[in-house]
């Protein structure tokens, strides 16, 4: 295996869709690929860093602005009057 | 839809039929149950405040309209997660996009033997260097930024998949895409954001 294919084989190796068979390859390159080992591992950080955005965005309040909710409701109670 | 709050059935049923009604507290019950996780993915895809709060107003008024064509046998929620969604995709495919990069630039290059061109710099771990309250905010400062900088194809997916937390199957169907498509695009998007954040963690090895 190159390490374009390595790459390219990352995503399915850590989501475990590969075949056992071509695990083993990846493995195995992985097991003598220093730039190819620094490159899943900054991937891997990748990934968490976009999932510690996800986990503090849950904690930022998401309420719907009054003006926004008046807005609306003003636009729908238009629209039933003009039938 | 992972994020959006659920009713139990018998409350949902109850408010479906009040708003085939046409009753405007029920108006006003679905925008304060749903708006707030609504309006957060509307943000998240336009980036953009006063486009989210447009989008959101189409969609719930589009989704009062019709309110008739809801099936029962599947999830309020659900049903108005794509309604918004696909007002906010409308909204970004009739957009020229700005600051955004091409993502071939952003993809690892190989020679012509398959080994890394540039091999790629080792990145510091959270180990290396615990963060404060501050640091962290100023990392996913700059992750939100990079995010912001991929093409919309590619953009999109990320949004949905690992912000907004979908299944790859929900975001392919949103997208209209197939499920493989969708998982390349996060790939392709998770190798161009590794290359857009690789100046800030990257480590500069000295030989």
Known sequence: MTCREFVEFLNAWLAGELSPEESIEFERHLDACDPCIDYLNAYKRTMQLVQEVAEHDEDIPDDVPDDLITAILTAQAKKKKQG | ?207
């Not at chain 2, 049923?13 to 046409?22: F, K, M, N």
């Not at chain 2, 937390?165 to 929900?170: I, Q, R, S, V």
């Not at chain 2, 996060?186 to 161009?192: G, N, V």
């Open chain 2, 1 to 207: 839809m992972s994020r959006v709050p659920d009713l139990d059935p018998g409350q949902e049923a109850s408010l479906v039929q009040r708003l085939r009604a046409g009753e405007d507290d029920a108006y006003r019950a679905l925008l304060e149950l749903y708006g707030g996780s609504l309006l957060r993915a509307a943000r998240r895809l336009l980036r953009d405040e006063d486009e989210a709060a447009d989008a959101l107003q189409e969609a719930f008024l589009s989704a009062f309209r019709s309110i008739d064509k809801f099936q029962e046998n599947s999830r309020l929620s659900t049903w108005l997660y794509k309604i918004v969604v696909n007002h906010s995709l409308m909204r970004l495919r009739s957009r020229r996009a700005k600051g955004v990069e091409s993502l071939d630039d952003l993809l690892p290059q190989f020679d012509e033997t398959g080994h890394h061109l540039v091999p790629p710099s080792p990145w510091r771990t959270e180990s290396d260097s615990p963060r404060d309250a501050a640091q962290r905010s100023e990392e996913e400062a700059i992750v939100r930024a990079a995010i912001d900088r991929l093409p919309d194809p590619y953009r999109t997916v990320v949004v949905l998949r690992d912000l907004e937390g979908l299944e790859t199957a929900e975001v392919a169907d949103l997208l209209q895409i197939n499920a493989n498509t969708a998982k390349v695009r996060l790939h392709r998007a998770r190798q161009a954001l590794r290359t857009l954040l690789d100046p800030v963690f990257g480590v500069e090895v000295v030989t």
